[in-house]
């Protein structure tokens, strides 16, 4: 009994050579995937304090200072949006 040949799925470099041949490469996308966003860095000073108690919340929950910083940030912009929000409509 012979096997089924598997289909050999292209790298991104060889699908981009192929769209960059005009060649139709849809057929390799499921359009179930999330456009994620381009990231952009950016530097934040913090007084030693306020490092020590981001550090001591990262280990306590065994994440990164980072992760910290990211979810702490965007609790803080839905407070201020539904604050916002809670004026407009009061």
């Known amino acids: 009994m012979k096997k089924a040949a598997k289909k050999k799925i292209p790298t991104a470099d060889e699908l981009a050579a192929m769209a960059d041949a005009g060649e139709d490469i849809s057929t390799h996308f499921s359009g179930d995937g999330k456009i994620v966003k381009p990231i952009q860095r950016v ?3 913090f007084n030693v304090d306020m490092l020590g108690e981001l550090d001591n919340t990262a ?3 065994n994440v990164s200072r980072q992760a910290v ?3 702490l940030l965007r609790q803080a912009l839905d ?3 539904v604050a ?5 409509n009061g």
């Open 43 to 45: 530097n934040v000073d």
């Open 69 to 71: 910083i990211k979810v």
């Open 79 to 81: 407070q201020h949006y």
């Open 84 to 88: 916002q929000q809670a004026r407009k």
């Open 59 to 61: 280990i306590s929950l």
